[in-house]
Structure formats: C-alpha cells, structure tokens
C-alpha cells in the first residue's frame, strides 16, 4: 500500500525501472528493423520500376520520390530509392519477382513495418515517442494511417484526412463531435493532432501541451490560462476537463453536467471526511429564489487576480 | 437581413470602426492573409491559362512543376425558424456569397525548384463563414520547410440558461432574461507560422512564430448589492516565438534546444450595461439589476413605488473597471531523442519555464449597497504573479527479443504560483439617514491591503509495461500506472506590512493514484483487428469530492477492413469512477458504444452508417440552502455546516444522467458519370434527468431532438467545371419545461450553390 509523501519510493521505482532497461539493453541484440536476405544486392530503382511501374509512377507526388531522385545521385549511403524502405532487391529480381525475397510491408507486423519507418523519422519532434505510443501497443503502426503509394490525403500520405481517418477506429469521438455544443472538428477549424499527437507522448491521452507544458487547452482558451493571484485549484491540478467534456456535449460550455449549480456543488459542499481545502461549503443564498447559477456572482471562474471568490477578472 | 434579436443588438454597441471590429494592426494580418490567398489564386489561374506542355490526369506540368488547383465560388442561402440564437451558436452560418473552398498546389517532383520544390495553399471560408481556414506550404528539399496555418472562428454563443435569475413571470412588471448574461460573440484569429532551415542536415534550426487574437462583444455580471450585467468586450492578444536547433551528434541521435517566448495581453474592460433601467424621484438614471424577484428580495420589496424607482433599494448609477494584464513567458527545452543502440529507444526532456504576470487595475462603482451602505468604492492597484514551472519527461523502450519489449515513460512536473495583489480600497458611505440613492456621499475611508496567495503542485509520473507480441497475430501488454501529486494551497493572506512577510497556511493534499493495466490485441486475419484494454486506478486520496478514489476503464474496438473499400468498425468504452466516502459516494460513469460502417465498393457508388449510444452520470451527496425541496431532499441533514452559512442545510444524493443516441447516414450516388448526388441524414436524441433546486429552472438541453438531413448534387458541366448544390436541414427542439424563457428550439434551410473548377 503507498502512503503519503513517498516521493523517495518514486525516484527508487523510476531509477530501478530505468537500471532494468539499461540491464535489459546489454542483452538486446540484433538489427530491430526487417531486413531482406542475407547477400541481396542494391540494384537501383530503375529496375524496380521495369515491373512496377505504376507504383513509381504514383510515387512522383509523394515526397518520398526525392529518394528515387537522390538514390540515383547516391549522396549517401541510406539513399537508394524504393530499396530504402524496401531493401536490396537483387534476389527478389534474381527470384523472378519472389516476394519472400524483399521486405513486403504487407507481410510485416505494425511494430516491424514502423521500425523501418522509424529509421527515418524517429529524429521528428512529433514522432520521437511512437515507440511508446498507445497505438503502437495496440498494433496500430504507420501504416495503419499512412499510406505511401496510395495516400488520398498528401499532407502526411495520410490514407483519410482528418478527422475521417481518425473515427475510422474512433467512433465515438464521430459522435462527440456531431453534438450541439462542440469544438469545432467535423466544420475543419480544428484537428484531432491539434490536442493529440498521434504518436505519442508524455501525456495521458496522448495529449499535447502547451510551450510551457501546460495544458494544450491554453494554447487557443489564453485567457483562461492565468497565472493568477487567486486560482481556481482544480482547473490547475485537475484539468479542464474535471467541468468540461472535451469534445462536445449535449450541455452547453461543454459542461459535464447541464446545471452550474450542481456542478459547484457536488465539490462545494462540506462534508465530514472532505478534504479542508474546499470551502465554501455550499452556497449562502436560497436556490429557490435566486442565485441559480453560481457563475452569475463567481463569472471569473477559471481564476482571479482581484477577487478571491472570482467576482471580478 | 436583421437576424439579430435585441440581445445581438446590445452587442451591435461594441462594433469598433475598423471593419468588422478588428483593430488596424489585425485588418492588415487580415489583409496579408488575404492577399496571400488572392496571389495564390492568380498564379494558379495564370498558370491554368498557360498551354500545358505536358496534361496528365494530375495537373499541368508547367516550367518543370506540376500544377494542380480547385477553387469553388458559391452563394449560400439560410433561411432560419426559431430561435435565431441558438440556430447562431449552434451552426452560425450566414448568407452570403462565399469562397468556399480552394486549393493550389505546385511540385517539383524532381528537386528540380528553383526557390521551392513544393507550394502548396489551401483554404476554405472565405466571405463570412463562421470558420475559416488557410494553409500553406512551401519546401525546398534539404533547404527549408515552411508552413503556415490561419484560422479565423466566429464564436457566437447565446443559450440562455447559464446565469439565467430565472425571474418569475407571474408578477408585474416583470423581466425574463432572454438571452444569456455571459453571451459571446468573440472572433479568434490564430496565426502559426514554422520555418526549418537545413532539415535533414547534421544541423538544423527551427524558427516559429503563432499568434492568437481574440475580440469581440461579451456580456458578464456583476454581484454587488444586485447582479448587474455587465458589457466586457474581449480584447486578447497572444504572440509566441520560438526558435530551436537540432544537432544530429550521433546516428539516429538528436539532441534539440528550444526557446519559447511567450506574451500575452488582457485589454479586457467592463462597464455598466442596461437590463432594467428606471428613473428616481429626482429624474437621475439608476439601473436594479438582472434578478427581478421582489418577492426574494431582488432589487428589494418594493422596486417600484409611484411609478418611480424606490430610491431605498439596491441600484447602480454607474460601475467599470480597467486592468492591462501583461504577462511574458519564456520557456527553455532540451530534448535528446536517440536510437543509437540497437532495440534501444529513448527520449528526454527537460523544460524551465517562468511567466511574469503584471496588471494594474482600476474598479469604480457609484450607486448603493444597502447592506453595507457603500454609495461610492473603488479599489485599484497592481496584480503581480509568477508561475514557475520545471518539467523532465523520460523515456525508454527496449526490444529484449523479436516479441519482448519493455516500455517505461517518467514524468516530473513541478510548478508553483505565486501571486499577489497590492489594492487600495476606497470606500464611501451614504450620509445621514434613511440610507437611499438619493444620499449625498458621506465620509470616505481607505484601506492599503497587499494580498498574497500562492498554489503549487508536484507531481512524479511513471508507467512501466511489459509487450509480447509473439506474431503478426497477437499482442499483449501489461503495466502499472503510479502517479504522485502533491499540492500545496495557501489561504490567502493580508500581509502585515510592518511585521514582513510570513510563510503561507495552507494546505497540503497528497495524493498517490497506482494501478495495473493489461492489453491485448488479435489480427486473426490481416483485415480484422480486436483491441481491448483494461485499467484500474485506486488513489488514497482526492483534491476535489468528484476525483475518483476508484477508477475503472474498460476500452474495446474491432476494425474490420475485408477489403480496401470496406471499413466496420465497433467500441465500447466504459469509464467507471467511484468515490466511496460515506458522505460523498460519488458515481461517475460515461459509457460509450458504437459502430461505424464505410462501404465504396466502386466509384459510383458508397455508404456510411453510423450509430453511437452514450450514457453518462454524475451522482453525489450535497448541501444546498433551498427552501424549494427537490425530491429526496432530508431536510437540515447536511453533516456538517455553518449555519451562518447555510440556513437550510439540506442534504440530499444529487443526480445527473444523460442518454444520448446518434446516428448518421450517408449514401454517394453517381448515376451517370457526370453527376454525382449525395444523401444523408444525421440524429441526434437527448434523454436526461438531474436534481432540481429551484422550480422555475429549466431542463435545457437534458431532452432534445437534432435532426440534420443533408443532400447534394453536383454536375460536371466540363472538363474541370462543376455545378454544385448543397441543402443541410437542422431542427433542434428541447422536449423539457420552458419555463418563461423563449423557445429555445429552431429550424433551418441552408442552401449553397456553387461552381467549381479544376484541373
């Protein structure tokens, strides 16, 4: 059981955890990308082309053709057109076509297809979590949303734009989004990777944050995101969405629950084994005669510089 | 066309003379924006009238790029029933004509550019549309990356029922508020610039700039005396820089430097607005206020006497304040991304940030408070606050074996607020006796108090998990979650000038949260997926009564892809919170099921369905002071209270539930190759209960019906042109008492026809 103030006890878990992956490192061996067979040669996209041709032909838009163009300067050693992601291809030419003999993405499991990916993009500030993103755990890898040669979408050969390509899995979220009050995802002012990155993070939910590693709400809500003399307390150690449902709601502001008054109340209401940080204890005023929303009087809910009950901005 | 209630005429008041309310220095963002789009959209017209040397089905090749552009000019007609409000908030489209979409691309496939190897400008909005969007890009390979992103939204929002005194109807005279007293109708504009120089080289630098306006007429109140409303037209500026540099020091390593810059403006003001404005017995203007309920008191027993306003009560002459809050925010990041050693991965970072908020402040206000028998006060003086904050995330993967991998993510976050504000109280109090608005100013006093106040919070983060994926067929993960959270809330203080400054009393709330995780996923076959994942958390502790001590996440999804056309998929997602404390026994749950199915089996023809159920409660114990008894209410119950504070202690298990079903269709028809028609429909079905504490409240949105069919057609007149034809249909109509309050339920037609042209 954990007790209070076992700060130590984290440090001792994270350190041992770390020394576990250090240890386990000097045990990991082998190349963690796919490769092709053993003693294939480069052969240079031309003669991939020779058989797939419209599969070089569709790679023209694709800012992936630059590796065709650069294979052929052979302006380093990583460059060599299609057999940068798919390998050496002489035994697969030599094989008549033999699939078994070059990397297939198609046959590859989702983390094996985004290592070979990765030997690319891991460097990307986006991308430098995916090893440890929730979708890859789920098998869900960069093919699962990217498509090289067949993308519909060309920023980021997404398969799908968003945030079609998003409820494809996501389903829920379609209809979060399809609800009277919402941001504004489906109408195209705002997108699912604006709040999530995609692959992954520190944050639970994937979720970004803002330049000083506040909540990524603050970056378009600016005026709620303080610092202030008085500050409401769960907006910072809770989050937003302690009040709000972030992607839409049925109750207006996005409110978890369609009466203000309820809302307060269900956490200003002082009881024997509440915590002492949370006065008031309720309201003075009688709800049946007025005073039947908090934020009428408490507008400055989000916090306050010249009012300790946020009557005032 | 007036679509615009007396609600948006009150706002109509904060219309700025620079166009359309933005101030000179956003007419010329707007203006470059603009003019950005427009020269875009000239090139890609003059470079459509050049003869192509080479047409292929994707663009024109022209001067070694490919061309490729659409634009799609059209007119939109609304026509609106109901609540023009509400039909605002929800959709706020306009009439008009519109640019309503346009893109320009050019590529130099080859590398060949001259000053890029890529252009690309889209955009969609234009003319008036609530949201509006332009991007852009442009790319020299191994040279430079540079984007730009504009987005303008209209955020119009009139429900009435937040802040609503809900004033009786059955009394004369009487005021319904019909609009909402912290209605918005402010305009955002965010602008993000980036710019990459030398992205794939050993070095790269990247400089970015984004800025966020918001502006625009807003209502709030006010609570002296009576709850004024108040005219608070937003007036907020972000702008943030940032400037980094990537050092690729080793193979798959890369060591980044970041500089944030962060400045925010709050020119935000507020001033006296009329709501229920009457003339005393000597002619002088004085405004009573939102509530209207004289029997509870509001402004008083007796506003009106002689068909005059009743000097004795609650009422206000005049009232603003003023503050200029400034507030910079430089943040420093080191990152150190690396893959070096085989099957190792690991990411760090380590951020320091500092913000520095200064305003002065100005508040009068000039009436009468009978309480406190204040004619005049003013309070002034500045505001100073600090957020500090230090932040270290690591972490690590290490692939011990083809399906063994061990994952660990840390996350150390500490940051403190300190404020405090120096204010100068100036207060006057009526003279003589009785006390009334018609009092001459009496004797003035003033009070220096400096205030301080302070709120931090540290928290350590870790979660570790072990993966095994023997195949391409299956997977599973096991892991622990812990979270530590200590934060440390003073109570604000008065600082004794003479005797300094003492440490806070306060609070110190810990709270550790810990829980095992188990995943697992199945590919039985390449085109079906099954995901499920399960989480529970425990925490010996809460901040706020609605933290769960108990939390459960049971998360499942099944994609099903048998073909490239043919997409099903289904979840289930059950968030279960618990807070078992004897008087709180919190119940939270948001549970959530759904199915999507997207069929395209050939160009002419494809089907999307989807359907969604939703069930969310909230259910605690609270005290409430009502002498209206919501059912189940044990009266003076309340465990513990003041009764100073709370006369009516009453104690009852409060409830809020909501259902919610959705479901959408849509069918894509091309009967002959050149017309393509679309058919949809979309539902959405609120059922919900909460506890009512006061009998005049209205449900609001708990029951509705939202329905929105939709249709389309388009006609390919030639090669590249289309005529075009939208229709959307909304009706929105809440089943739930109205009490006096407007209808809030609405209909509408939106029609839009356009020409669209290609190539």
């Excluded at chain 2, 810990?510 to 085109?527: K, Q």
């Excluded at chain 2, 059922?687 to 005049?696: I, Q, R």
Aim: hydrophobic share 30%.
């Amino acid at each position: 059981m954990l007790r209070q103030n076992s700060v130590g006890l984290y440090l001792k878990i994270a350190l041992l955890l770390a020394g576990l992956l250090l240890a386990a490192s000097a045990y990991a061996a082998g190349p963690q990308a796919p490769s092709a067979p053993a003693g294939s040669q480069y052969v240079g996209s031309d003669t991939c082309k020779g058989c797939h041709e419209e599969i070089h032909k569709g790679l023209q838009p694709n800012p992936h053709f630059q590796l065709l163009e650069e294979g052929k300067k052979a302006t380093g050693k990583d460059w060599h057109g299609c057999e940068s992601c798919h390998g050496p291809g002489s035994a697969h030419v030599e094989g008549g076509g033999d699939k078994t003999k070059i990397i297939s993405f198609k046959n590859l499991s989702a983390k094996e297809a985004s290592a070979q990916c990765l030997t690319c993009h891991q460097g990307g500030h986006e991308q430098n979590n995916f090893a440890r993103s929730v979708h890859l755990s789920n098998d869900v890898g960069c093919t699962s949303c990217h498509s090289v040669h067949a993308a519909k979408e060309k920023k980021a050969l997404l398969q799908a734009a968003q945030p079609t390509l998003c409820y494809q899995c996501h389903t829920e979220t379609r209809a979060e989004f399809s609800r009277p009050f919402r941001h504004r995802v489906n109408e195209g002012l705002v997108k699912c990777a604006d709040c999530h990155n995609v692959h992954g993070g520190f944050q639970q939910r994937q979720l970004h944050t803002s330049a000083n590693q506040d909540q990524v709400c603050f970056k378009c809500h600016t005026e709620k995101k303080g610092p202030f003399v008085y500050e409401h307390m769960p907006v910072k150690t809770e989050g937003c969405s302690s009040c709000h449902t972030p992607h839409g709601s049925t109750n207006p502001r996005l409110m978890r629950v369609s009466s203000v008054n309820l809302l307060c109340l269900q956490c200003h209401t002082l009881s024997a084994t509440n915590i002492p940080s949370q006065p008031p204890i309720g309201p003075a005023h009688n709800q049946a005669q007025k005073y039947q929303a908090c934020t009428m009087c408490h507008q400055s809910i989000h916090g306050s510089n010249f009012s300790e009950v946020f009557f005032k901005p | 066309m007036n679509h615009r209630t007396p609600y948006c005429t009150k706002f109509g008041q904060y219309k700025q003379p620079a166009a359309r309310g933005r101030s000179c220095g956003e007419n010329l963002m707007y203006k470059l924006g603009t003019l950005l789009v427009g020269i875009c959209l000239l090139a890609g017209m003059m470079a459509a009238q050049t003869p192509a040397n080479t047409a292929t089905t994707d663009g024109k090749e022209m001067g070694g790029y490919t061309v490729e552009q659409s634009v799609e000019l059209g007119y939109r007609f609304v026509d609106v029933t109901g609540n023009r409000n509400i039909y605002e908030t929800f959709l706020d489209q306009g009439e008009g004509p519109r640019l309503l979409q346009q893109s320009l691309s050019l590529r130099a496939p080859s590398g060949t550019g001259l000053l890029f190897d890529e252009l690309s400008v889209s955009s969609f909005g234009w003319g008036g549309d609530p949201e509006n969007v332009a991007r852009a890009r442009m790319s020299k390979a191994h040279v430079y990356d540079f984007t730009a992103l504009f987005r303008r939204d209209h955020n119009f929002f009139d429900y009435p029922l937040l802040g609503n005194p809900l004033n009786p109807v059955n009394i004369t005279p009487s005021f319904p508020v019909n609009f909402s007293t912290q209605g918005t109708e402010v305009r955002r504009r965010m602008y993000d610039f980036g710019l990459t120089l030398l992205p794939q080289s050993k070095l790269s630098f990247r400089l970015g700039y984004s800025r966020n306006r918001e502006e625009g007429p807003a209502f709030t109140s006010f609570h002296e005396g009576v709850d004024v409303l108040l005219n608070q037209p937003w007036n907020i500026t972000q702008n943030s820089y940032r400037i980094g540099v990537d050092f690729k020091a080793l193979p798959k390593t890369t060591i980044s430097y970041d500089q944030f810059l962060t400045y925010d403006k709050n020119d935000t003001d507020s001033s006296l607005a009329s709501f229920t404005t009457f003339t005393l017995p000597n002619g002088k203007p004085v405004e009573f206020g939102l509530p209207w309920n004289p029997a509870a008191g509001a402004p008083c027993a007796t506003p009106i006497l002689n068909g005059k306003a009743n000097p004795a009560c609650n009422g206000y002459f005049s009232y603003s304040r003023f503050q200029r809050v400034r507030t910079s925010n430089p943040t420093e990041q080191l990152t150190l991304t690396s893959n070096y050693f085989k099957r190792v991965n690991f990411t760090g970072r380590i951020s320091y940030s500092s913000a520095d908020l200064t305003s002065p402040y100005s508040e009068f206000f000039d009436g009468l408070v009978t309480r406190t028998k204040e004619r005049q006060f003013t309070f002034s003086g500045p505001a100073s606050v600090r957020r500090v904050g230090a932040t270290a995330d690591l972490g690590g993967t290490v692939d011990l074996t083809d399906a063994v991998r061990v994952t660990d993510s840390f996350r150390y976050d500490n940051w403190r607020i300190p404020g405090s504000w120096n204010s100068t109280e100036t207060v006057t109090l009526a003279a003589g006796t009785p006390v009334t608005l018609l009092s001459p100013l009496g004797a003035t006093t003033t009070t220096n108090d400096f205030l301080a106040n302070f709120l931090g919070m540290k928290t350590f983060q870790n979660l570790f998990q072990v993966e095994y994926s023997p195949s391409k067929r299956f997977g599973v993960h096991v892991g622990y979650r812990l979270r530590q959270r200590h934060v440390f809330k003073a109570e604000p203080e008065i600082v004794d000038e003479e005797a300094g400054f003492e440490p806070f009393e306060g609070d110190d709330i810990t709270v550790n949260e810990y829980g095992p995780l188990f995943a697992a996923w199945l590919r039985p076959i390449d085109s079906l997926r099954i995901n499920a994942e399960v989480e529970f958390t425990k925490a010996d502790n809460f901040i706020t009564r609605v933290s769960p001590q108990n939390k459960r996440e049971y998360r499942t999804r099944v994609q099903y892809k048998p073909t490239r056309w043919a997409n099903f998929s289904a979840t289930a997602n059950v968030l279960e919170n618990r807070n078992n404390q004897a008087d709180e026994q919190y119940r939270g749950h948001y549970r959530n099921y759904g199915f999507i199915a997207t069929l395209v089996p050939r160009e002419r023809f494809s089907l999307d369905l989807s359907y969604n159920y939703t069930d969310a409660l909230q259910n605690a114990y609270i005290c409430y002071n009502g002498t209206f008894l919501a059912p189940g209410t044990v009266v003076g119950a309340c465990p513990t209270f003041s009764a100073s504070d709370n006369n009516n202690p009453n104690w009852i298990y409060s409830n809020y539930s909501d259902n919610t079903h959705y479901f959408s269709s849509t069918v894509m028809l091309k009967p002959v190759k050149k017309v393509t028609a679309n058919l949809g429909y979309g539902i959405t079905r609120a059922d919900g209960n909460t506890t009512v504490l006061n009998t005049l409240q209205p449900l609001g949105t708990l029951q509705f019906t939202y329905h929105q069919p939709l249709a389309s057609l388009s006609f390919e007149v030639a090669k590249g042109w289309s005529l075009n034809a939208y229709w959307n249909y909304d009706q929105y109509k809440e089943d739930s008492f109205v009490n006096s309050l407007f209808p809030r339920n609405f209909h509408d037609n939106r029609t839009v026809l356009s020409a669209r042209y290609s190539f």
